[in-house]
């Protein structure tokens, strides 16, 4: 604050000595024009560099929530690609039609896997047997790729 009132003072002491030291004809004109020019930028100049930290707090900020917005589609697409390779598992063994919805929590940068709930409404088995124990089959293969803090869910 100190340099800026220095400043001040300097400038206007350089001005007056402008306008003693310069003759009177057109050029003067010009000399004053510019010189209060150049006090107005110096007494300014505070404000402009406030402005300039401002801008940059906020671009900090729109950083950040750029940076959550991704965290978040990450996280989201982590889950789909989970929910597309357990119904993908779970054709494989011969329980075709499931559906299948995580439901999960972010804790500490942690994707946390809460309950798997399978909608079995549509389900087309190939073999009989496999009504018996559909259920258990179903859980076999979702903790045998992913463990559930809450277990599994069924939708009949």
């Not at 402008?18 to 020019?37: A, F, G, R």
């Not at 929530?65 to 996280?75: A, G, I, P």
């Not at 559906?99 to 994707?111: P, Q």
Request: glycine share 2%; aromatic share 8%.
């Amino acid at each position: 604050m100190s340099s800026w009132i220095l400043s001040i003072v300097g400038v206007s002491l350089l001005t007056i000595l402008c306008n003693v030291i310069m003759p009177d004809d057109k050029l003067n004109k010009y000399v004053k024009t510019v010189c209060s020019l150049v006090v107005v930028s110096v007494m300014f100049s505070p404000i402009l560099g406030i402005i300039q930290n401002l801008s940059f707090q906020l671009d900090d900020l729109e950083q950040v929530n750029n940076s959550v917005n991704l965290e978040t589609y990450f996280v989201e697409q982590t889950v789909e690609d989970i929910e597309r390779r357990l119904e993908e598992e779970l054709d494989a063994n011969a329980i075709v039609g499931c559906t299948v919805e995580i439901y999960y929590h972010v804790s500490n940068d942690k994707l946390i896997l809460q309950k798997a709930v399978v909608n079995i409404q549509n389900v087309v088995l190939t073999s009989p047997l496999q009504v018996i124990k559909l259920k258990e089959n179903i859980e076999k293969i979702l903790f045998d790729l992913y463990s559930f803090e809450q277990g599994v869910a069924f939708v009949e």
